[in-house]
């Protein structure tokens, strides 16, 4: 196309930095939401794992659209726990705290007064070891703990969201969430890259099981397995699976040239305390190169 590496951009990054959203994640939300419809009738919501804040920033927008058109319904509610720091969004009361504790969900049902959420979206992921194995266990157990807090402040019949990686073993997991909910999909958004194992499962109708009492100690509840190891049983289920978002639109494993009208932004908020701030420091004092010499 006559155009060099160095002119082509990840096509949601450079849309997100233009439309004015934190990180190019806020697309996932959007395009599941324009399959499952997870925001109607929804006036309180929790972001679990929040940073840098654009699934929040959605939140924001779809229940500010709802409480626009009907104003005389209670005003939109949207609480985003994570254990690092975020910049301020209107709208957003935010909590700093460990989704694995008590505590954090008595907060958060303090903000709501008593009520509980109507939905709950997690969008977290560990820091990626290139080890598959062992990135699907400690996702699969961070979804779990997401899971945990959310039977403590979802109402019932309300939804669930949150990034899953799709790995071979994925069977339990599938298992563990129908005990909650009627109604589990995984999908996988236009804008989440082809090459990469990231989905969402999108969990509809909570329905904890009858005498369920939320526990952070033991989170999960126990399944049936063979002499292999394997679940067997009505605990072996086979999820649906969907692609969401306009497969006329953007594909995120491509890249596309840019015209010249096009102008650099900065990113809308960088990081408050990033994680390599420590790395960047000594390279800046020369640290690398005098420990290399």
């Not at 049936?224 to 679940?231: G, P, R, T």
């Not at 015209?259 to 390599?276: C, G, N, V």
């Amino acid at each position: 196309m006559g155009k060099s590496s160095k002119d082509k951009r990840d096509v949601y990054y450079r849309l997100a930095k233009e439309q004015g959203w934190r990180a190019r994640s806020a697309f996932k939300l959007l395009q599941l939401d324009e399959d499952f419809n997870l925001f109607e009738g929804v006036h309180r919501a929790v972001d679990l794992c929040a940073a840098p804040g654009s699934w929040s920033q959605v939140l924001t927008k779809k229940l500010n659209e709802n409480h626009a058109k009907n104003p005389q319904e209670e005003p939109p509610k949207i609480v985003a726990v994570d254990l690092q720091a975020m910049a301020p969004l209107d709208g957003v009361v935010q909590l700093q705290g460990d989704i694995t504790k008590k505590s954090t969900a008595d907060q958060i049902i303090s903000y709501f007064e008593g009520q509980l959420s109507d939905i709950v979206i997690c969008d977290g992921a560990p820091d990626v070891t290139g080890l598959h194995d062992m990135d699907e266990y400690i996702q699969a157990q961070l979804l779990l703990a997401a899971l945990n807090i959310t039977t403590h402040v979802l109402r019932p019949g309300g939804t669930f969201v949150a990034k899953i990686f799709r790995g071979k073993d994925i069977t339990l997991l599938y298992s563990q969430l129908k005990i909650f909910f009627p109604t589990v999909t995984c999908s996988k958004p236009r804008s989440s890259r082809n090459s990469s194992i990231e989905a969402f499962i999108v969990c509809q109708g909570y329905q904890p099981p009858k005498g369920y009492v939320p526990n952070m100690a033991n989170p999960l509840l126990d399944m049936q397995y063979d002499d292999m190891n394997e679940l067997v049983g009505s605990n072996r289920v086979i999820v649906p699976f969907t692609a969401c978002g306009d497969l006329n639109g953007y594909d995120a494993d491509r890249t596309y040239p840019l015209d010249e009208s096009h102008k650099s932004r900065d990113p809308l908020q960088p990081p408050i305390t990033a994680p390599y701030k420590t790395a960047m420091g000594l390279k800046r004092s020369n640290f690398y190169n005098k420990v290399a010499k």
